[in-house]
């Protein structure tokens, strides 16, 4: 992976991720719901590195100008059932 990826709190459980790829910059949102924290079932979680993590899991099945601007972990972890587990997997390493 050759993107960049910066994450920036902008509000309670919002994030926003600007992803660089050479020349192409992208701006995404980045929410989630303490259901779907707790069902990673990880003590002081840091929500700023879930949202990295999330958007570097996106990124490794699509492009970031191919990726949503608006991205709810609750619709992701409904809509992927690989989301969760390799969520846990990069946030326990």
């Known amino acids: 992976m050759s993107e960049r990826v ?4 902008t509000g309670p459980m919002e ?3 600007v992803v660089q790829d ?14 779907v ?4 079932l990880i003590p002081d979680l ?5 949202a990295r993590e ?3 899991y996106l990124l490794e099945r699509e492009a970031g100008d191919e990726m949503p601007e608006e991205i709810d972990l609750d619709h992701l972890s409904n809509h992927d059932k690989n989301f969760l587990t ?7 390493n």
């Not at 924290?37 to 990673?40: K, M, R, S, V």
């Open 6 to 9: 910066e994450v920036t709190r």
């Open 15 to 17: 994030y926003r991720a």
């Open 22 to 35: 050479g020349l192409d910059t992208t701006q995404h949102r980045v929410t989630m719901s303490h259901a």
């Open 37 to 40: 924290l707790d069902d990673l």
């Open 46 to 50: 840091d929500t700023h590195r879930v």
């Open 54 to 56: 999330t958007v570097k």
């Open 86 to 92: 390799e969520l846990k997997a990069r946030l326990t």
